[in-house]
């Protein structure tokens, strides 16, 4: 693993997108396995760090980096919109590109500068067939055999996303736990509840798998904007509007773009001693 001078912890970084926050370790010049309890540990708001999602940097012959992440929960997650631009970000200042190739469990994806401190990634094609998602058995994905009838979409993990008329009025705390575990979806799912606001604009709330609520997420802020393009809702260029600000989403024939902010907070160290205390 990478050290710093004097010391044998694990150093990081705090970063978040729109008030989704991630732990980023970077192992490009040496990498140690991490453990399901040593991310769950860190995870921890009181007793770690805490995360939405915790995101390890690896070298990759023909790509700036390979980026792998993980749920607070310790599972991993092929997919973090937010994470990635976030990390995009830290290498183009680090290096002074302005486009990078980042590959992840979803593929190769683009990312770039997007002018005023904005970044752009390109989260790849979404995955629309129930096998792809995946479902646990063959259906129509943009509605679902649930009440209320949701959109299935995989975007490198799964999501089902249900349309309602206010969504601030949706108890997500027990609707995401309901949905996240349903038997349709065999690797469980995120959950997104959108409200249409024009064609042009949507609000939603977030449910992330093996997480919970967040203030924001890249991969599901993608799905509801697919979601909402095919079932003609809205076109497929949108303003996401999230707890924590907002996102531009534009499903281009290439592959789904999203544009955001993302923030450096600090960078740290875990102890040895806490690294040890993890059984």
Same mark, same amino acid.
């Given at each position: &693993?990478?050290?710093?001078?004097n010391t044998?912890g694990?150093?990081f970084m705090k970063m978040?997108?729109?008030?989704n926050? *991630?732990?980023v =370790?970077?192992q ?6 991490l453990s %399901?309890a040593?991310?769950s540990a860190i995870a921890?708001?009181?007793w770690g760090v805490g995360f939405?999602?915790?995101a !390890?940097?690896?070298a990759?012959d023909?790509a700036?980096?390979?980026?792998t992440f ?6 991993l997650?092929a997919a973090?919109?937010? %994470?990635?631009?976030? =990390?995009a ?13 980042? !590959? ?6 683009? %990312?770039e500068d997007a002018?005023?401190?904005?970044t752009? !990634?390109?989260?790849?094609a979404p ?7 995946p479902?646990a058995? %063959?259906?129509d994905?943009?509605e679902?055999?649930i009440?209320g009838?949701?959109v299935?979409t995989g ?6 996303t *249900?349309?309602?008329?206010?969504a601030?009025a /949706?108890p997500?705390?027990? *609707? @995401?736990?309901?949905y996240e575990?349903?038997?349709l979806?065999?690797e ?6 959108v409200?249409?606001l024009?064609d042009s604009e /949507?609000?939603?709330? =977030?449910?992330?798998?093996?997480t919970?609520?967040?203030s ?7 799905a509801?904007?697919?979601?909402a393009a095919?079932?003609g809702?809205t @076109? ?12 531009? /989403?534009?499903?281009r024939d290439? @592959?789904?773009? &999203?544009t @955001?902010?993302?923030a450096h907070v600090f ?5 040895q001693?806490f690294?040890?205390s993890v059984?």
């Open positions: &693993m990478r050290k710093t001078e044998s694990l150093p978040h997108g729109l008030g926050d *991630f732990v =370790i970077d490009r010049k040496g990498s140690a396995p %399901a040593l991310v921890d708001r009181h939405d999602q915790l !390890v940097i690896e990759e023909g700036d980096a390979r980026l993980y749920n607070s929960d310790g599972s997650s973090c919109g937010n %994470a990635t631009r976030c =990390i970000r830290f290498i183009m200042d680090e290096t002074g590109q302005n486009a990078l190739k980042l !590959v992840t469990e979803r593929g190769l994806l683009l %990312a002018g005023n401190g904005l752009r !990634v390109n989260m790849g995955l629309l067939d129930w096998q792809e998602v479902l058995e %063959a259906m994905t943009l679902l055999p009440e009838a949701p299935a975007m490198g993990n799964p999501h089902c *249900f349309f309602v008329d206010d601030e /949706i997500l705390e027990q *609707f @995401g736990q309901r575990h349903h038997p979806y065999p469980r799912t995120n959950v997104e509840v409200q249409i024009s /949507i609000r939603l709330r =977030i449910w992330e798998r093996g919970g609520i967040t924001a997420s890249g991969s599901c802020s993608c509801a904007a697919v979601a095919r079932r809702l @076109g497929r260029k949108v303003t996401v509007r999230v707890d924590g600000g907002t996102l531009e /989403i534009d499903w290439d @592959g789904v773009w &999203m @955001g902010p993302t960078t740290g160290e875990f102890t001693s690294l040890d059984k």
